[in-house]
């Protein structure tokens, strides 16, 4: 009996190169794939518990209800198990200034980011920033989640927090992670600038808000720098509209970046 030799096309022999190569590049552990794989299904599990509730209705609304609840809850048990809750303490510097962190648990994968989410409590008026550290079981550090705005809280406030780790961070070997107290970036206005003084820094994303006071009359536009810890400059604000400022005036004012200046790294900013 012969044969018929197989012919594959042009089109799936780029689709079988195009999924090698993304296999490849893939740098996830075997269980970080799992919890992935698994977090796609909920969507799907979601989806059957409704359409079976609704469907149920024609064979009896308790039988539809059940089967909903059933789809339910092996949805919710997989949604457990992809995102699981992980250990994480604040560091003493953090616990001076009221922060205590009563849960937290690993979010999705998003392109080349994960993400860690934590619901903090803090006891005291915050001003600053806050970032997680991860460590494996030997103590070592395995990276350092970011957020992005600096945070102007009042006492007794409670907020769902999300770090921001690089996808190359392997969360299957970290047992611990420390959240860390970091102090509000210094604001600074330039000597040219006399009479001029700002309070109340905010910071959100690529937005700055400042409120500038002016003891004397003043014309011009103003502008807003940020620098690292290291002197470098990460980036300048767009320069506000020609102001014409009164004598004992002040006001909210603010400042826009370009999405690429990494402000959770700044240090230092200057009016001019």
């Not at 006399?194 to 103003?222: D, I, N, P």
Request: net charge neutral; glycine share 10%.
């Amino acid at each position: 009996m012969w044969l018929r030799p197989i012919r594959y096309s042009g089109t799936f022999t780029a689709a079988l190169l195009a999924a090698l190569a993304l296999a490849a590049c893939d740098r996830r552990t075997a269980e970080e794939k799992g919890r992935d794989y698994a977090e796609d299904k909920l969507d799907f599990a979601q989806g059957a518990a409704d359409t079976l509730k609704e469907k149920g209705k024609t064979l009896g609304q308790t039988a539809g209800h059940g089967v909903g609840d059933l789809v339910k809850g092996v949805g919710s048990g997989v949604k457990d198990a992809a995102r699981p809750e992980v250990p994480t303490q604040a560091e003493p510097a953090a616990l001076a200034a009221g922060v205590s962190v009563h849960h937290a648990q690993e979010g999705a994968l998003d392109g080349d980011v994960r993400w860690i989410d934590t619901y903090v409590e803090f006891a005291k008026v915050f001003q600053g920033r806050l970032e997680l550290l991860a460590f494996d079981a030997a103590g070592q550090e395995l990276g350092r989640g970011v957020l992005t705005d600096a945070l102007d809280l009042p006492a007794g406030s409670r907020e769902q927090l999300s770090f921001r780790f690089s996808a190359t961070v392997r969360f299957s070997h970290v047992t611990r992670y420390t959240l860390r107290f970091l102090a509000g970036p210094e604001v600074k206005v330039v000597e040219g600038l006399a009479g001029v003084s700002v309070s109340q820094f905010r910071q959100k994303g690529a937005a700055v808000t400042l409120y500038v006071s002016f003891a004397s009359a003043w014309k011009g536009t103003l502008e807003l720098r940020a620098f690292g810890a290291d002197g470098a400059e990460l980036g300048r604000s767009k320069k506000t509209a020609k102001l014409t400022q009164a004598a004992d005036s002040a006001e909210f004012m603010d400042f826009t970046f370009d999405e690429r200046a990494r402000l959770e790294r700044a240090t230092r900013f200057e009016l001019r």
